[in-house]
DNA sequence: TTTTGAGTTGTTCGA
DNA sequence: GTCGAACAACTCAAA
């Protein structure tokens, strides 16, 4: 502990706990000032509801910190100038992050570098984000694999790197900027499990504390929609409410579905790690020959399964959860971005712009991955025959229907078996539960057996 | 260097 | 309704 005093900027690191650039920091300096800047490039591309999320979980770190006698110092702009600026008035030897994998926040990150070496200061960068930080886990060969097994066995058996613990520090209590506020109220998932009327990192101990208890059902359930048998720690994860070694320690290797939820974190690495290795994986597919695939310019289709009108019950019950809630089910992910890619053949990174704008816990670098993944394009993709049959998907993982008569209403009336496929149903039954097709609710806007065989001969003609 | 084996999440068809 | 096979090779990791 020297003398002297730091800067701590955070970005998507949002907590005090198990936070090496917090506790690097708190350990080695005897001042501390907390600094959050409003970065409006990031903020303005963002939905409302997220951007509510984000403004309660600052104020929450605020509170945070207030009971440790410090503040949040707030400014908002462009941080390639602001950090600087600030780190030099407040006359500070270094300023600590956690660094993150996206292409722009390297660069923005090696800029505010740049500016602040200028001024002989020092930006000090951990990876608080990650459970190992990206070029840790290697394959025997010394590469990051390409598959994902081989990096999950390299995950599990690569040591932790020790995280710093923090000290005794003074705290800044400069406030700077009120926080920032919007119209929306902080978003309330109210399927969620555990207190999510919580903001910032206690609320997110909690609703891991309600993850972890439910967790050895999970490989069972994870797959049903309607009882929303997921971790739903994926906003706290892309915050930084939550670390992810926090959530790993706590669910713990118990039974075979906290394993299976363990591993989830290691795919999170998988994709942090490949997006930060190969920023242009944003653009293009992992596999070249991709390039060229003849993606179809279909804005109506676009726009009908944007707002949950396609006339396939199970996508649209997602497309809808989505556009409410700012949150989807796993499943239905996977399904509703399969109809886009291969039913309709649109250009999987139309449909990762879409769900990056209104997921609250939109991360770059795992939308890209799992968009990547479902349009075949990707790392350890799946295989290009393996097209997603949304009726029989539905049928499957919601064979009650509770899903979709939640988040499609006009619906609600069908039976079970005919709720899936309301286009197949006879005219009494449609009748009786107020059923009008290309009415009340849209006929199919495509054929399932022709878009399927569409979309198997463009994959057969880009491999040739 | 060469060889071998494995690879998140499916669907369809025919018996 | 249920089961197994075929789909179409291909890339990558590891021995």
Redesign the pocket.
């Given at each position: 502990m020297t003398s002297t005093s730091a800067l701590v900027w955070f970005r998507r690191d949002l907590r005090l706990d198990d936070n090496p650039a917090w506790a690097r920091a708190t350990s080695t300096h005897s001042r501390v000032t907390a600094l959050f800047i409003v970065d409006l490039d990031l903020a303005d591309r963002a939905s409302e509801p997220r951007r509510a999320r984000l403004f309660g979980d600052l104020a929450a770190l605020d509170e945070r910190l207030a009971s440790f006698g410090g503040r949040l110092l707030i400014r908002t702009g462009d941080p390639r100038l602001l950090v600087a600026a600030e780190a030099s008035r407040l006359n500070v030897e270094a300023v600590y992050i956690n660094r993150d994998v996206t292409p722009y926040s390297v660069t923005r990150d090696a800029a505010v570098e740049t500016a602040l070496a200028e001024k002989g200061i020092e930006l000090r960068g951990e990876w608080g984000t990650v459970v190992h930080a990206p070029g840790l886990v290697r394959?025997?060969?010394g590469?990051?694999?390409?598959?994902?097994?081989?990096f999950f066995?390299?995950w599990e058996r690569t040591e932790w790197e020790e995280w710093p613990t923090g000290g005794d520090t003074e705290f800044s209590n400069e406030i700077g900027e009120p926080l920032p506020t919007t119209n929306s109220a902080y978003p309330l998932l109210d399927d969620l499990v555990g207190d999510c009327s919580l903001p910032g990192e206690l609320g997110a101990l909690a609703r891991l504390e309600a993850a972890a208890a439910r967790a050895d059902s999970y490989s069972e359930e994870r797959?049903l929609p309607a009882i929303m048998g997921t971790s739903q720690l994926s906003i706290d994860l892309r915050f930084g409410t939550l670390s992810p070694r926090t959530a790993a320690e706590v669910i713990g290797h118990t039974s075979p579905g906290r394993s299976a939820l363990v591993r989830?974190l290691s795919?999170r690495d998988w994709y942090a790690h490949l997006l930060y290795e190969r920023p242009e994986l944003l653009r293009d597919p992992m596999k070249p020959q991709y390039a060229s695939m003849p993606w179809i310019d279909d804005s109506e289709g676009f726009a009908a399964w944007v707002r949950g009108q396609t006339g396939y019950p199970f996508v649209d019950a997602g497309m809808r959860q989505l556009r409410e809630t700012g949150w989807m089910h796993?499943?239905v992910r996977?399904v509703t971005a399969s109809f886009l890619v291969k039913n309709l053949l649109v250009d999987w990174r139309r449909g990762e712009r879409y769900f990056r704008h209104v997921l609250l816990d939109a991360d770059v670098s795992q939308n890209v991955g799992?968009w990547q993944?479902v349009a075949g394009t990707g790392p350890?993709a799946?295989?290009?025959?393996?097209?997603?049959?949304p009726v029989?998907?539905g049928r499957?993982f919601d064979s009650e229907g509770a899903y979709i008569r939640r988040w499609v209403p006009e619906l609600a009336g069908l039976s079970a078996r005919a709720l899936h496929e309301p286009w197949n149903v006879g005219p009494l039954e449609l009748a009786s539960a107020g059923v009008v097709l290309g009415d009340t609710y849209p006929a199919p806007i495509v054929d399932?057996?022709m878009s399927?065989e569409r979309v198997?001969s463009a994959y057969q003609s880009v491999r040739e």
């Open positions: 394959t025997n060969a590469t990051l694999s390409q598959v994902f097994t081989p066995r390299a797959n989830q795919w796993n499943r996977m799992n993944w350890d799946s295989p290009y025959n393996r097209v997603f049959n029989l998907q499957r399932l057996a399927r198997l």
